[in-house]
């Protein structure tokens, strides 16, 4: 089974410091999305990445960054921490060649204090 | 810019009862994709269902099904025969092309009560 791991299931930081949220896909994956999921709001597009070293700005990009060095990793930046990028963070990948279902990690859990 | 709309942030009925979660979109283009995902307690988000736009048979996978209405720009999640595994937190979601970013309703928690 295609696998998406998010290294931090739960994460506790502090107002201004560096964040980094990193995702693993192990099937060789061209795409790959990084979303936020707040109640009532759904989950919102951040970045995402069609190749290596591309990016593009989702929805919401605004305080964060992404880095794609390897095709099978897409970490997700967050430069000063702030109370309100307190969310749950869910990375996905997919292929143009598959049947375009998404696979999903099982999301960060971010507070930050 | 396409948006996808669930006006029911909550849902509750009994085991073995038949639920319907609602789901409207707004978009111009004339071929897309809609998808059910399905996030239980565990965060994973599982495909529920999905539907092409340029097929007009409703989609159907076991217990679940959709009634996709293209000129009202609906998709609704029928589940049948429900279970106490199908509470979780449920998402239309919208994609305009293969492999390309979806687009999220603001979720349905639905709760299947013994």
Known sequence: DVKVTQSSRYLVKRTGEKVFLECVQDMDHENMFWYRQDPGLGLRLIYFSYDVKMKEKGDIPEGYSVSREKKERFSLILESASTNQTSMYLCASTSPQGDYGYTFGSGTRLTVV | AQTVTQSQPEMSVQEAETVTLSCTYDTSESNYYLFWYKQPPSRQMIL????????????????????????????????????????????????????????????TRLTINP
């Open chain 2, 48 to 107: 529920v269902i999905r539907q092409e736009a340029y097929k007009q048979q409703n989609a159907t996978e076991n217990r679940f099904s959709v009634n996709f209405q293209k000129a009202a720009k609906s998709f609704s999640l029928k589940i049948s025969d429900s279970q106490l595994g199908d509470t979780a937190m449920y998402f239309c979601a919208f994609m305009k092309q293969v492999a390309q970013k979806l687009v999220f309703g603001q979720g």
